[in-house]
């Protein structure tokens, strides 16, 4: 094998300039490739992170049919108490989740006393929620980065709008499911910046305000946030949670609950995709990249070289040697092309990080692009170019293979 | 028995619609450890009829052995095996690798047909060098030596395995006649060194003159037989 190497990287260096060609035409695609999937997935990964960890959490249970209602932030579709204790059980199970945090989402309207408008408010635990969302705080422009009783954050565009400060006193009025009206007065905590996505735009009360202005006999809750340790292992938590909560069902034997992950909660998913998909096309065109060049020079060097298959063959060579011969010749510029293209892609990408890029998406500005890449990455991508230059190179050696000698030593 | 028993072969090519007979039922005996030339213009059927024997190409009719085998019957790979085994090839054209050095074209019937050992390959490279006189060109490339040299080379390439055969198409066409002169002699000395059968084929009158038989061919086919310092008794 160390001979047929051997022989094959001399033979691509005999025709150095068309082998560098080669070689950085397949570099090129691979830099192309190694640049897209970083940048592209560190945007990705970001958006979701702050999704994530900002407004919805890795995962969410709500009660059966909810969601299929969110906009309208029904009260009369949350969990009861002995539900909520039941979630909170099946969550107890589950060692992958983190953190969760129980929530009452409702709407209401928001006065400054001489202007009134409406705002969607979540109820939470400050302490819960912090550990479910650990992003929210960052969220906080203004104010103390956190969610006192008698307080209230207030979405950055609603403050503008409604020309609030941190400290000034507002009202929040809300019909509970029995249709009474209540409001309260609260304290301006912290100004909230608005993000793309659900609750992007929503206010952050104190969970026993939200009992209170919802006049609630016992504590219901509209949904459980929760965070897993690894968010690679997020379908499978999901799956987990899913399972044994499905035990409790209602009269009509169905799940009284619903389990969903951010993927089905955040349209961003739908762009998520859209960049997975741009990967894969991006991938699929450094394959014809690959497959083309390398199948062009291994056709051009079994053309070049028919008298010299001939001499060999008449020699004794196995046809299948002589396969591997113009494989391994493949096979290495495959290696060298995914070297090269690793290499000064993995530069591309550490400059970019150094540089600090910053974007805007939707609401948010600012934001740093922190391009990373995976060792899986990389692995992926060279094995991609190095099969289909396997691939590539197997046509044009499967011909010289086949050469009859004596045709082949004929030919001039 | 003789090293290659040949019986009313012959050889026909298919051109178009047109059959052409290149070879028209040649029957001959060479014995083991001979020198032997077959001679003829252009398109008598020289090349052909080496090729035959080198199981480079199956006759279309009669009976060939060589080394005992009917090698008519040989697919490809056998024929390939077989080859690696009996028979070393010297070209025209030297045909050395150009990517190999002067000791790895010698060592690469060794070592990509035959598998043998490094220690192996080192003592027979270096012996069949120095029987040609290219110990000192051994780290050189084909581009870096005169053709004489070339042929040397090549002539050691086809002894490295110690074939019982080895076959020289038109060896010193592309050789001025000195050279010419001195690869014949040296093929005549590895015969005598190794006991292997050479047979050559030309058309260069001067250097005929060295066979110790002498086949004669025309028009596809074997019209004499000439041992040295014979008459032709065709």
Known sequence: MHNLFKIAIRNLMRYRRRTLLTASLIAIGVIFVVVFVSVSGSFKNMIISQITGSMLGDIEIHRKGYVASIDNLPLTLMMNPQQVKAAEDAIGKVPQIEAYSPRIKFGGLFSNFTETTNIRLNGVDPDMEMKTLPLLASRIVEGEKGIKKGEILVPQLLARGMNVKVGDMVVVIATNKDGSVNGKQLKVGGILESATGPGGRDGYVHIEDAIEILRMEEQEISEIAIRIHDFGKLRNVASSLEGDLSKYGNKQGKSVFEVHTWETLSPFYNIARMIDMMTLFIKIMLIAIVLISIMNVMIMAVYERIREIGTIAAIGTLPGKILSMFVIEGFSLGVLGALVGNVVGLVIVYILDLAKITFNFGMQTGLILSPTLQASDILVVSVIVIIVAVLGSLQPALKASKMEPIVALRHV | ?234
């Open chain 2, 1 to 234: 028995m003789g090293l290659i028993v040949a019986e009313n072969i012959t050889k026909d090519y298919q051109i178009g619609e047109v059959t052409v007979r290149a070879l028209k039922g040649a029957s001959f005996n060479i014995e083991p450890g001979s020198f032997v030339s077959f001679v003829g213009p252009s398109g008598s059927g020289k090349t052909t009829l080496l090729n035959l024997i080198g199981c480079l190409d199956k006759p279309s009719g009669g009976r060939l052995l060589v080394a005992g085998m009917d090698v008519s019957s040989f697919g490809k790979k056998d024929s390939a095996v077989f080859r690696g085994k009996n028979i070393g090839f010297i070209f025209q054209d030297f045909n050395l690798i150009p990517v190999l050095t002067v000791f790895e074209n010698v060592e690469y019937p060794l070592l990509m047909v035959q598998n043998a050992s490094p220690g192996d390959r080192k003592k027979r490279v270096m012996s069949l060098l120095g029987a040609v006189g290219m110990t000192e060109q051994k780290d050189k490339y084909p581009d870096q030596i005169s053709g004489g040299q070339k042929q040397r080379v090549a002539v050691a390439r086809a002894l490295v395995t110690n074939p019982k055969l080895v076959l020289a198409d038109e060896p010193t066409a592309n050789l001025d006649h000195k050279t010419a002169y001195m690869v014949i002699e040296l093929m005549k000395k590895m015969r005598d060194d190794f006991q292997t059968t050479f047979i050559f084929s030309t058309h260069d009158q001067k250097i005929v003159g060295e066979a110790e038989i002498l086949y004669t061919l025309e028009d596809g086919e074997l019209v004499g037989k000439q041992m040295k310092g014979e008459e032709d008794n065709a």
